[in-house]
Each structure stands twice: as structure tokens, then as C-alpha cells.
């Protein structure tokens, strides 16, 4: 295969997001008005509890078995290698350029959590389709690359709605914290020498409800958390698991599991007998309109993060270097080792796989994230611009080098 038809290829499915995100700017203009911030914000959620759980449960439950999972059990290890190494580059990133306080979250989300789903979809089969593609019979290729990538998806969004989901509730919480802070600064009492007993209170407000003020910020303190008892640090942790474990998405990922390794539970829905299997035609319609919404939501956002966004162009470059530099050349590190030791089945498209997931951009659903907790919007659509632009390129070449690789 070519390096202009590997080029091809590997460009559609990025040029697909970047047309489907220039439309939903376009629906978000003063001119269309059919994506305002209200609506977004309605669709979004609609995406995060009916849309994505949906997706979720619909490949899994009909692509993997529970022999897959085992056969395959080094992919969730691999990627959570991908998260563990992006989030250490996304500190140092973070430590060296110092960004505002709330977008920290988000810089480390964006070099931790790749797009681990459609765009295999995509990318995956199309190889496969192609002309002298380096991975055998083509519809062999295209079945098992399609139960790869959807098993990528599955343990891709399991990650996602955990740990990226905290990185960002935390950086809303920071930004809250930070606003809190800043709107206590502006109502302190006047400390002039010359002011009058009345003035020393903040104006419009009670001497209660100054000292509530007051306590709030001291009751939340890293130190105030500190000094409780350990037990109560592991109960508090293990509930803040069991929350993000609830999310909706997380919810439709382990169904879809429980479904697809189950072999009666699988029967139930899945094939052309099954009982139930309206069921999962229905759960699998919803699921098709996951993408789209996010796609055009991330575009409608792009038209007031250009005009609004703050965040540094260091900070974008530190971002693209990582996901499109560094991390690749670790994967290619990491899958070789697990190769040699053993750890790996000897299919070279498995292998291809692996390696791709250190090499695409950021996961889209950071930004129903950001739009869930109403933190770092402008700057997120910001950053997934450039990465998703860059992709292009970068996709492109690392897949060509990976293919040489493996062949």
C-alpha cells in the first residue's frame, strides 16, 4: 500500500469530524441559531445518558465473547499504559507551562485520552479494504478488525468515564472553588481608616452570613481533609468510585460485557432468532447517533472558543507534541516488548492496533464533559481543533511506519 493511499485512507475519517464540526458551527451562528448554548447543553446531556450508554452495550453485547476477552486480555492493559503515560506527560506539560488552575484537568485529559472508538471504526476497516493491505483476506480482516475496535471503544470509554470523567469534575470544582474564592474577595468589609462602623460590615449582608462565607472555604481545605480519620479517606474514595462507576456510559459498558460473555444473555439479543433482539436493534439505533451529536456540539462550541479562549498556543504545541510525538514512539516500544515476552497473539493486525491507540487525538467526549460540568468549554474546542487538524498528518505517517513494522 502507498504512502498517498495509506494518506487517503487514514485522512477520512478525520476530514469526516472536522466537515460534521464545521456544520455544527455553522448551526450555532447568529445566522442559523439552531445550536445555542441552551440547547447544546440539552443535548449534550442527552448524549451522556441515553446516546453513549447506548453505543456502549450495542458493540460490546454483539462483537465480543468472552473468549475474545481473554485471548485479548493485554488491549485493556494497553491502554490503560496509553492513559498512565498521557497523564504523566500531561502534568509535566501542566508543571512547565503553567496554565490556569481549572485547565489543568483538562490539558491532562487531552494528552491521556485518545479517540479509542469511532475512529478505529473507521480507520480499521478501510485498511482492510484496501489493495495489497498487509493484513490478509479482507473480509477476515474487516470482521476481526471491527471486534478489535470495538472492543477498543468499549474498554476505551470504561477508562474514560472513570478517570478522565474525575480529571474534569475536578477541574470544575477548582473553577468553582476559584470563582467562590473571588466573589468572597470582592464583599470583604472595608478596612479604610476612615470608614464608619456600618461599612466595616459587607453591604447587604448579615453578620451570619458572613461568617458562613468565611467557614466555607475553611471547612474545604486540603488540610481540614487531611485531618480526617483514614477510614473515613477510603470510604469517602471508595464512594467517589462507586459515583463515576454509576456514570451512565460506564453503565452501558458493563452490560455490554455482561451481555457479550454471557452466552445465554448474548443469545437473548443478538442474532436473527433472538427473542430480544428487537431490543438491541433499538439500543444499537440510538447508539448511531452518538457520534454525529458529538460531533456537531464540538463544532457549535468552536464558534465562542475562538473568540473567547484563553488557553496558551504553548500549551496547545506541548499537547500535539505528546499525543503525536512522544506517545506514539512509546507504543511502539511497549507492543514490540510485549510481543517478544510473549504476551501477545501473533496477529500483526492485533498488533497494528495496539500500536494505533498511542497515535489518535484527544477522545471527543471530553467535550460533552466539559459541557456537563461547565468548565474549560471554549478551551477544549480550542484544543481539539488543532489536534484533530494535526491528526491528519500524524495518523497518517505513524500508520505508515506501523505497517512497515509489522510486515
Same mark, same amino acid.
Given at each position: 500500500?502507498?504512502?498517498?493511499?495509506?494518506?487517503?485512507?487514514?485522512?477520512?475519517?478525520?476530514?469526516? %469530524? @472536522?466537515? &460534521?464540526?464545521?456544520?455544527?458551527?455553522?448551526?450555532? *451562528?447568529?445566522?442559523?441559531?439552531?445550536l445555542p448554548v441552551d440547547i447544546r447543553r440539552s443535548l449534550n446531556r442527552i448524549v451522556f445518558v441515553v446516546f453513549t450508554p447506548s453505543l456502549m452495550f450495542a458493540s460490546l453485547a454483539k462483537t465480543v465473547t468472552l473468549q475474545d476477552i481473554i485471548s485479548w486480555w493485554f488491549m485493556p492493559v494497553n491502554i490503560g499504559l496509553t492513559f498512565l503515560v498521557g497523564i504523566i506527560l500531561g502534568w509535566i506539560v501542566v508543571k512547565i507551562l503553567k496554565p490556569k488552575p481549572y485547565l489543568e484537568g483538562l490539558i491532562i485529559a487531552t494528552c491521556s485520552s485518545g479517540n479509542l472508538g469511532?475512529?478505529?471504526?473507521?480507520?480499521? $476497516?478501510?485498511?482492510?479494504?484496501e489493495d495489497g493491505s498487509p493484513f490478509g483476506d479482507t473480509t477476515v480482516c474487516t470482521r476481526i478488525g471491527l471486534s478489535y475496535a470495538s472492543f477498543s471503544m468499549a474498554l476505551g470509554g470504561f477508562y474514560l468515564w472513570t478517570i478522565t470523567f474525575h480529571m474534569i469534575r475536578a477541574s470544575s470544582l477548582k473553577l468553582r472553588d476559584d /470563582?467562590?474564592? /473571588?466573589?468572597?474577595?470582592?464583599? =470583604?468589609?472595608?478596612?479604610?481608616?476612615?470608614?464608619?462602623?456600618q461599612s466595616q460590615l459587607l453591604k447587604g449582608e448579615s453578620e451570619e452570613q458572613v461568617? &458562613?462565607? !468565611?467557614?466555607?472555604? =475553611?471547612? *474545604?481545605?486540603?488540610?481540614?481533609?487531611?485531618?480526617? $480519620? @483514614?477510614?473515613?479517606?477510603?470510604?469517602?474514595?471508595?464512594? =467517589?468510585?462507586? /459515583? /463515576?462507576l454509576m456514570a451512565p456510559p460506564?453503565?452501558?459498558?458493563?452490560?455490554?460485557?455482561?451481555?457479550?460473555?454471557?452466552?445465554?444473555?448474548?443469545?437473548? %439479543?443478538?442474532?436473527?432468532?433472538?427473542?430480544?433482539?428487537?431490543?438491541?436493534?433499538?439500543?444499537?439505533?440510538?447508539?448511531?447517533? *452518538? &457520534?454525529?451529536?458529538?460531533?456537531?456540539? @464540538?463544532?457549535?462550541?468552536?464558534? =465562542?472558543?475562538?473568540?473567547?479562549? *484563553? &488557553?496558551?498556543?504553548?500549551?496547545?504545541?506541548? %499537547? !500535539?507534541? !505528546?499525543?503525536?510525538?512522544?506517545?506514539?514512539? %512509546?507504543?511502539?516500544?511497549?507492543?514490540?516488548?510485549?510481543?517478544?515476552?510473549?504476551?501477545?497473539?501473533?496477529?500483526p493486525l492485533f498488533r497494528y492496533v495496539l500500536m494505533v491507540q498511542f497515535t489518535l487525538p484527544p477522545a471527543m467526549n471530553i467535550g460533552t464533559m466539559a459541557q456537563l460540568f461547565d468548565v474549560g468549554q471554549d478551551e477544549c474546542s480550542v484544543l481539539f481543533l488543532w489536534t484533530y487538524l494535526a491528526a491528519a498528518l500524524a495518523l497518517t505517517s505513524w500508520s505508515t511506519v506501523f505497517m512497515w513494522i509489522l510486515t
Open positions: 500500500m502507498g504512502f498517498w493511499t495509506l494518506f487517503e485512507v487514514a485522512s477520512m475519517p478525520i476530514l469526516q %469530524v @472536522l466537515i &460534521i464540526s464545521l456544520l455544527g458551527a455553522f448551526m450555532a *451562528t447568529d445566522y442559523c441559531k439552531l469511532n475512529l478505529l471504526l473507521i480507520v480499521v $476497516p478501510a485498511i482492510c479494504n /470563582e467562590a474564592a /473571588e466573589d468572597f474577595s470582592s464583599k =470583604q468589609p472595608n478596612k479604610n481608616l476612615d470608614a464608619t462602623p461568617a &458562613i462565607l !468565611v467557614k466555607a472555604p =475553611q471547612d *474545604t481545605s486540603p488540610k481540614a481533609k487531611g485531618n480526617a $480519620p @483514614l477510614w473515613r479517606q477510603v470510604v469517602g474514595f471508595l464512594h =467517589q468510585i462507586l /459515583e /463515576e460506564t453503565l452501558g459498558a458493563i452490560f455490554g460485557f455482561t451481555f457479550g460473555a454471557i452466552d445465554w444473555l448474548r443469545n437473548l %439479543v443478538i442474532g436473527p432468532g433472538a427473542p430480544l433482539r428487537v431490543v438491541q436493534d433499538s439500543i444499537k439505533l440510538l447508539g448511531d447517533a *452518538t &457520534i454525529p451529536c458529538i460531533t456537531l456540539i @464540538l463544532g457549535a462550541n468552536l464558534t =465562542q472558543g475562538l473568540r473567547s479562549s *484563553t &488557553i496558551k498556543p504553548m500549551v496547545i504545541m506541548g %499537547v !500535539v507534541c !505528546v499525543r503525536y510525538i512522544i506517545l506514539p514512539v %512509546v507504543g511502539i516500544f511497549i507492543v514490540k516488548a510485549a510481543g517478544d515476552l510473549g504476551f501477545l497473539p501473533p496477529d
